[in-house]
């Protein structure tokens, strides 16, 4: 059974950063693709960024050049770090594990707030 728990969440003024991390219980972390989604109160969830097994990433247009994902497979973790956040990045963090084909696992999701 896949577990994925997040950390990291806040709050932080604009310009801040913070870093989130999603530890995943389990084996076979290394053959998954990573990835972070959020959601904002109102809206839908919205992809942030993947990593693929290898390290190959994807961003979303908001987050580009200031967001940055990584992955440690010795530990198991999905980081992601958020440099010169804004009011508009204030949403619930979650971490997804995937293959394609093959399960989709999600966390519990961590809180970002950014205050103006």
């Known amino acids: 059974q896949v577990q994925l728990v997040e950390s990291g969440g806040g709050l932080v003024q604009a310009g801040g950063s913070l870093r989130l991390s999603c530890a995943a219980s389990g084996s076979s972390f290394s053959r998954y693709g990573m990835g972070w989604y959020r959601q904002a109160p109102g809206k839908q969830r919205e992809f942030v960024a993947t990593?693929?097994?290898?390290?190959?990433?994807n961003y979303a247009d908001s987050v580009k050049g200031r967001f940055t994902i990584s992955r440690d497979n010795a530990k198991n973790t999905v980081y992601l770090q958020m440099n010169g956040l804004k009011p508009e990045d204030t949403a619930v963090y979650y971490c997804k594990m995937f293959t394609v084909p093959g399960p989709t696992y999600w966390g519990q999701g961590t809180q970002v707030t950014v205050s103006s």
């Open positions: 990593i693929g097994r290898f390290g190959s990433t």
